[in-house]
């Protein structure tokens, strides 16, 4: 397990429907390292969303145990959970999900605003995300003067700003070209190689889960079957 970012042992969601209980993930166990690349698929109503939202600490799972670098956060309360995803989780989403009428710059500082880093130092940080991300000479463009790719590169830079040691995205090319959402993937790929930033991915779509290391294919809540 120390040689593990992530250990799920069992972790079952049930939610509760007045008196009828639907069960969203059964028994799942899975373990992965620091610096994999995993994708998620699975049809609609499988359980990615549903992992990914307790992968994540968005969600507590309902039965079994998570582990994320060596704690167990299945019990933690909800400030902890908050601490947890600003410290070492990264998240990108399919709609961007930025701030308008904002700068590149001021959303990519937004997750340092809770860290209590001086302005200065913050600046910087998000700058060398920026940078990281290809956006150079586009900081202080407004989210309006942006191109759905560039925005979503704003979206990894705000990611990586506090050096997470894992980063979720959810399918984050939906919104994209297909030579963009090629472009983005080649970001999380560098990342994960340069950086050794470990990356979970949900995706329907093969030919970018294929960028990944691993594929887990989750249907009606079970891993059905891994590459």
């Known amino acids: 397990m120390d040689n593990n970012l992530i250990n799920l042992i069992n972790i079952a969601k049930i939610y509760k429907m007045g008196e009828i209980q639907v069960r969203a993930l059964y028994d799942i166990s899975y373990e ?23 992968l994540g600490c968005l969600d507590k799972p309902t ?17 902890k959970l908050a601490s947890i995803r600003n410290k070492k989780i990264g ?7 930025l701030l308008s009428r904002t700068t590149a710059l001021e ?10 880093i001086p302005a200065q130092h913050s600046k910087e940080l998000a700058l ?28 990894i830079a705000r990611a990586l700003v506090n050096n997470p040691p894992l980063i979720l995205a959810d399918e984050p ?8 959402g090629a472009e983005i993937m080649d970001i999380f790929r560098n990342l994960n190689k340069e950086k050794n930033i470990t990356i979970i991915l949900v995706t329907h779509a093969l030919e970018l889960a294929q960028c990944a290391h691993k594929i887990m294919f989750l249907r009606d809540g079970h891993i059905v079957n891994e590459q």
């Open 32 to 54: 992965i390292k620091q610096g994999d690349f995993l994708a998620i698929m699975g049809p609609s109503g499988s359980g990615k969303s549903t992992l990914l939202n307790i």
């Open 173 to 180: 090319t939906g919104n994209l070209d297909t030579k963009t």
């Open 107 to 116: 959303n990519t500082e937004l997750p340092l605003l809770y860290s209590n």
């Open 128 to 155: 060398k995300a920026l940078s990281a991300v290809g956006l150079e000479g586009r900081e202080y463009h407004k989210t309006n003067q942006l191109s759905g790719g560039e925005q979503q590169r704003v979206a």
């Open 63 to 79: 039965e079994g145990k998570y582990f994320l670098d060596g704690e167990e956060i299945s019990t933690f309360d909800k400030n």
């Open 91 to 97: 998240f990108v989403f399919q709609h961007f999900n």
